[in-house]
């Protein structure tokens, strides 16, 4: 199969959520880069963040986790002259899958604020009937940042004889946020009267100042002002191009997924199943992420140990917070790459603090564990 730059689809019928409900059509859309094998198992599943899409590849993408157009593509960690690579928008989102933009059959109107609840299962179980209709028998890995991340872990638990590595990027195997974030994000969007009660997709772009502004919010959170300030020193022009990031996003993603995919992330914990995980798991965070971070690897160490699973850490030492793993790849592609190749042994990568089935690798990691 060639490589296929724009978005293809694949609809399953009567998909059945976790919940019970049932959605006529589930559309995932995806890109695909490389070949699949005859054999179906040179398959590397990618996976996006809660707000991004399969454009996490391209150069210079407009992802809050940083592109990883250098980890993915000819020759790079990911190398797609040897691996199949599928990048699924997640269903719920707003790159081309089902979500709340999405017309209901049985109305004829967009979901809107009606979307069911769907779960990281669902997510992923969807994504396994994408693979099953690719003819990909087996992945090589399954690996993500943040969102991204979760997903690698669900999909680790579900189908723990599927995939050969796991790696999940500032991310963790549950999710840390405080209860009530989706009712929260929820509560800012209906005091925008475009909300309209959760019917705002009856007026295209009536959200528009609302996303903006959030979106500016994550991205300066996130640490939009380090990974810009090489290219663009003077802050004038950083806060100019922050405003050009946040309306560019938020002319293109959809208000109502913002609480679906919050509502299925704080449904996200797989620790209690972590005994599931066949494969070796390759865990990287950031030092300056404000989300996932470093410090969770004293709660998630002793976890993986007591699951009895082969897994290292990488520690990024990078200024760009929650976007580091994109925007910083070089920090940690030799590391991936041979994590790839060989699971967890004893290694390092530039800058960073690696751990070897949770022993740490040299005397600057011992303090995290």
């Given amino acids: 199969m060639p490589d296929q730059p724009t978005l293809c689809t694949h609809t399953q019928h009567d998909f059945v959520l976790s919940s019970g409900t049932v959605l006529a059509e589930a559309t995932t859309a995806y890109r695909a880069l490389g ?10 599943l990618v996976l ?19 592109s990883w157009s250098g980890l993915v593509g ?13 990048c699924p928008n997640m269903l719920g989102s707003s790159y081309g899958s089902t979500g709340p933009r999405s017309v209901n059959p049985a109305t004829g109107k967009a979901y809107g604020g009606d979307f069911p609840l769907i779960s990281p299962q669902d997510i992923v179980t969807l994504q396994k009937h994408l693979l099953d209709a690719l003819g990909v028998r087996h992945l090589v890995a399954v690996m993500g940042p943040s969102f991204g991340g979760y997903q690698a872990f669900q999909w680790a638990v579900d189908y723990p004889d599927f995939m050969d590595r796991v790696v999940a990027a500032v991310s963790a195997p549950f999710h840390p946020g ?39 919010a994550t991205l300066t959170l ?16 950083r806060a100019a191009e922050l405003q050009r990031l946040a309306l560019s996003w ?8 913002l609480v679906s995919l919050m509502r299925a992330a704080e449904l996200f914990d797989v620790r209690p199943l972590l005994h599931e995980i066949r494969a070796p798991v390759l865990l990287v965070n950031s030092r300056t992420d404000p989300v996932f971070s470093p410090a969770l690897i004293k709660q998630i160490a002793p976890l993986l140990n007591a699951a009895k699973l082969s897994w290292c850490y990488v520690e990024l030492d990078s200024e760009k917070g929650h976007f580091a793993s994109g925007a910083d790849w070089h920090l940690w592609s030799d590391a991936l790459a041979t994590f790839l190749r060989d699971g967890c042994i004893d290694t390092a990568a530039p800058s960073a603090y690696y751990f070897i089935d949770g022993r740490p690798a040299d005397k600057l990691s011992e303090e995290l564990l």
């Fill in 35 to 44: 070949q699949l094998n005859a054999a179906g198992d040179n398959a590397v």
């Fill in 250 to 257: 938020a002319e293109e993603f959809d208000a109502g997924s």
């Fill in 74 to 86: 000819p020759g790079r960690a990911v190398d797609t002259d040897r691996h199949f690579v599928i």
């Fill in 48 to 66: 996006h963040g809660y707000t991004t899409g399969p454009a996490m590849l391209d150069e210079g993408a407009n992802v809050a986790e940083g």
């Fill in 222 to 237: 996130y640490g939009v002002d380090a990974e810009l300030r090489p290219r663009l020193p003077d802050p004038t022009l």
């Fill in 178 to 216: 405080a209860p009530g974030h989706a009712d929260a994000v929820l509560e800012v969007l209906r005091k925008d009267p475009g909300w309209a009660d959760g019917r705002y997709c009856d007026t295209p772009g009536t959200m528009l100042g609302t996303l903006t502004a959030m979106r500016t």
